[in-house]
């Protein structure tokens, strides 16, 4: 007598496929629209938060700029922040920000609105200084005097003083 064995080999995960069916989450209309709004904002947050890459291999992500953003250009471009003294804007195609001094920035004045701006990206010190941060301060200032030069950040290693 001659008979033919059929193995099948699954990879479905039989002890929580049990577990799913035995003992199912049962929502009401609004919990379901609540936990479905819930995953959208997640994904949203994920979709806005800007994630640079870093020569090892591993990521940066920083928060969420929309909140802080005042404009938005074409090329996705954004002003972040404005006022008399200074202004930051992140350029979208090589993921670089630019922090531009519209007064001569005192160092400690340059340190506050360093750490000021690393706290709104939720960022440690030495992720900071892994960006793409240039610092210049506007011809208008001391009649360009300091103009055109990228002065960088402050205490990170690549940072140059502002020397009056």
């Given at each position: 007598?001659?008979?033919?064995?059929?193995?099948?080999?699954?990879?479905?995960?039989?002890?929580?496929?049990?577990?799913?069916?035995?003992?199912?989450e049962?929502?009401?209309?609004?919990?379901?629209?609540?936990?479905?709004?819930l995953?959208?904002?997640?994904?949203?947050?994920?979709?806005?938060?800007?994630?640079?890459?870093?020569?090892?291999?591993s990521?940066?992500?920083?928060?969420?700029?929309?909140?802080?953003?005042?404009?938005e250009?074409?090329?996705?471009?954004?002003?972040?922040?404005?006022?008399?003294?200074?202004?930051?804007?992140?350029?979208?195609?090589?993921?670089?920000?630019?922090?531009?001094?519209?007064?001569?920035?005192?160092?400690?004045?340059?340190?506050?609105?360093?750490k000021?701006?690393?706290?709104m990206?939720?960022?440690?010190q030495?992720?900071?200084?892994?960006?793409?941060?240039?610092?210049?301060?506007?011809?208008?200032?001391?009649?360009?005097?300091?103009?055109?030069q990228?002065?960088g950040?402050?205490?990170?290693?690549?940072?140059?003083?502002i020397?009056?």
């Amino acid at each position: 007598m001659s008979g033919i064995i059929y193995f099948f080999v699954s990879t479905i995960d039989i002890p929580n496929m049990i577990s799913e069916f035995s003992s199912p989450e049962i929502l009401s209309k609004e919990e379901r629209k609540e936990k479905e709004l819930l995953l959208q904002k997640q994904k949203k947050k994920e979709e806005e938060s800007l994630i640079f890459h870093r020569g090892n291999g591993s990521n940066l992500t920083t928060n969420d700029l929309t909140p802080y953003t005042i404009r938005e250009n074409l090329q996705k471009d954004q002003l972040l922040i404005q006022n008399e003294q200074y202004l930051i804007q992140y350029t979208h195609h090589d993921k670089s920000f630019l922090i531009s001094f519209l007064v001569f920035p005192t160092p400690s004045f340059r340190k506050e609105i360093e750490k000021e701006f690393m706290k709104m990206l939720n960022l440690t010190q030495e992720e900071f200084c892994q960006l793409s941060i240039m610092e210049y301060i506007s011809k208008d200032v001391y009649d360009g005097k300091y103009a055109g030069q990228n002065y960088g950040v402050s205490f990170c290693s690549h940072g140059k003083d502002i020397l009056q």
